[in-house]
C-alpha cells in the first residue's frame, strides 16, 4: 500500500504534497483523539493502562513519515539554489537536481561537472581559504565563478555551515549556493549607466563651454580674416616700388631673414594659407556649435548626406589624420535628400569614424568612406571601411547590444553602437557590419529615400 502510494506521489506537484499532508496532519490529530478515549474505556473494561494500539495506527503513521520524506524530497529536488551535503573531506554525500542544471547539464553528468578545472583560477585560492575559515567558525559566505557548460562564467553565492551529531561531534558540510549572474551584471550595467549619465552631464556642459569657447576664438579669428586682405592688397600696392628698388639696387633682405627675390613668390602663398586657416577655424567652431547645440528631435528636415559626412569629417579630421595616412572619401553624385535629422545622422558616422580609428594600429593602414545611391531600391548607402583588428563572430553578434563593449580598459560604455543603431533604426534605416578578424571592418548605413 505504501509503495503504491510513493508511486503515485512521486507524480504530484509540491503544492498537492503539502495540502495533503495538512489533510493527514488533521486526520492524525482525530485519530490520536479517538484512540485515547477507546483505551480508556478499555482500561476500565480489562484494569490494565490502556496503553492499547489499534491495528490501523501503524499504518496512518507510516504513511504520514512517508508523506512528509516525500514532500521534503520534492522541495529539496525542485529548489532553484544547489545543495549539497558533503562529507568532512568535501566528498559529495547529496546533491539536488539543481547542482547540474544550474550548469547546463543532465542529471548523473558528473564526470563533465566534477574538478577544480571549471572554478575560475583567480577563486580557487578564495574557496581553500573558506573552506578552512569553515572549521574554525562553522559558518561561512562567499562568492566564486564557474564555467557554465555553453563556456560562460556563472557567477555564485556559497553558504556553507557544519552539521553536528547528537553527540556534538563534526559530522558533514551542508552548502546552499545561489546564482546570483544576472544581479551581477545589473549591478555592473547599473555602474555603466551611472558612467553615462555623469558623461552626457559632461557633454551639456561642454556645449555650454564650446559657446563660450566660440565666441572667444571667433572674435580675434574674425580679426585675422578682415585684415589680411587688407595686408594683402598693402602688399600688391608696394610690390611695384619694391620691384624697382631690386632692379636698380639688386636683391636685399626682407626682415633680415629671407631675400625679396624668393619672399616675393612666397608672400602671396603666406597670405593665402593665413586666411585658409582662418577660415578652417572658422568652420570647425560652427561645427562644434551646432553638434553641441541642444535641439528638438526633429526628423522632418530634407537632409543632404554628403553634407552630413563633410560635417562629421571636418570635427574628426585630427583624429582621422592622427592615425591614418590612407584616409579616402567618395562623394556619390547626385544624391536625393532623405528625411531626417542632420545632427543625429552626423552623430553617427561620428561614431563610426571614431571605431574605425581605434582599429587600426598602424598608420599604413587605410580607412575609407563613400556615399552612394541606389535607385533599383531607392536607398542610400554609406559605408565606413578600415583595414584595423577586425572582430570575430562572437563579437560581432554582440556590438549592438547596450553595454557591450571591447574598450572596457580605455573608460569605453558599450553604449555607442547601440545608439547609433537606434538613431539609424528612426530614420526607418539599418546599421550592418561585415568583419573578418585580422582584416577589418565594413560599416554600412541604409536609409530609405521617401518619396516627395
Not at 478499555?42 to 513519515?65: H, K, L, N, T, Y
Not at 539554489?81 to 550548469?103: E, H
Not at 536625393?336 to 599604413?364: H, M, T
Request: glycine fraction near 6%; charged fraction near 30%.
Amino acid at each position: 500500500m505504501i509503495a503504491h502510494l510513493r508511486k503515485k506521489d512521486e507524480e504530484k506537484s509540491k503544492s498537492e504534497l503539502i495540502r495533503e499532508l495538512n489533510v493527514l496532519r488533521v486526520q492524525l490529530e482525530r485519530a490520536g483523539k479517538l484512540a485515547c478515549k477507546r483505551g480508556s474505556r478499555c482500561a476500565e473494561r480489562e484494569g490494565d493502562s490502556g496503553e492499547q494500539e489499534e491495528p490501523w495506527q501503524p499504518i496512518i503513521a507510516d504513511f504520514a513519515v512517508q508523506k512528509s520524506e516525500e514532500l521534503y524530497r520534492v522541495l529539496v529536488e525542485n529548489a532553484d539554489d544547489v545543495i549539497l551535503l558533503c562529507d568532512l573531506n568535501f566528498n559529495i554525500l547529496f546533491r539536488n537536481k539543481a547542482y547540474y542544471s544550474s550548469l547546463g547539464f543532465e542529471v548523473g553528468d558528473d564526470e563533465s561537472l566534477e574538478g577544480v578545472r571549471r572554478i575560475h583560477p583567480d577563486d580557487l585560492d578564495v574557496i581553500e581559504e573558506k573552506k578552512r575559515e569553515l572549521f574554525e567558525k562553522g559558518r561561512v559566505e562567499y562568492e566564486y565563478r564557474i564555467k557554465h557548460a555553453d563556456d560562460h562564467w556563472v557567477h555564485r553565492f556559497a553558504k556553507s555551515l557544519l552539521i553536528f551529531d547528537s553527540k556534538n561531534r563534526k559530522e558533514a558540510v551542508l552548502s546552499i549556493i545561489r546564482d546570483i549572474t544576472m544581479y551581477k551584471e545589473a549591478v555592473e550595467q547599473a555602474s555603466l549607466h551611472e558612467e553615462q549619465l555623469i558623461q552626457a552631464d559632461k557633454m551639456v556642459a561642454l556645449g555650454t563651454l564650446v559657446s563660450g569657447v566660440a565666441h572667444e576664438i571667433n572674435n580675434p579669428n574674425n580679426f585675422i580674416m578682415l585684415n589680411v586682405p587688407i595686408v594683402e592688397k598693402a602688399w600688391s600696392s608696394i610690390l611695384p616700388i619694391l620691384d624697382e628698388y631690386y632692379m636698380n639696387h639688386g636683391d636685399f633682405f626682407v626682415g633680415n631673414r629671407l631675400k625679396y627675390s624668393r619672399m616675393k613668390e612666397s608672400i602671396p602663398m603666406l597670405f593665402s594659407g593665413i586666411l585658409e586657416g582662418s577660415k578652417r577655424i572658422k568652420n570647425i567652431v560652427e561645427e562644434l556649435k551646432d553638434f553641441s547645440r541642444q535641439e528638438t528631435y526633429d526628423l522632418n528636415q530634407m537632409v543632404d548626406i554628403n553634407e552630413v559626412v563633410k560635417a562629421a569629417v571636418t570635427l574628426v579630421d585630427n583624429l582621422v589624420k592622427r592615425t591614418t595616412n590612407l584616409f579616402m572619401i567618395q562623394y556619390g553624385p547626385d544624391l536625393p535628400r532623405v528625411k531626417g535629422n542632420f545632427q543625429r545622422l552626423e552623430q553617427v558616422i561620428i561614431n563610426l569614424l571614431e571605431n574605425s580609428c581605434q582599429a587600426i594600429d598602424q598608420k599604413e593602414k587605410a580607412i575609407s568612406l563613400s556615399t552612394h545611391f541606389d535607385p533599383s531600391a531607392n536607398i542610400i548607402l554609406v559605408r565606413v571601411r578600415d583595414e584595423g583588428v577586425g572582430m570575430d563572430p562572437g563579437i560581432l553578434k554582440k556590438i549592438l547590444e547596450p553595454f557591450f563593449t571591447t574598450k572596457r580598459h580605455k573608460k569605453g560604455t558599450g553604449l555607442g553602437l547601440s545608439v547609433s543603431s537606434n538613431i539609424i533604426k528612426q530614420h526607418d534605416g539599418f546599421l550592418n557590419f561585415e568583419s573578418t578578424p585580422g582584416k577589418g571592418t565594413t560599416a554600412t548605413i541604409i536609409l530609405p529615400v521617401h518619396p516627395g
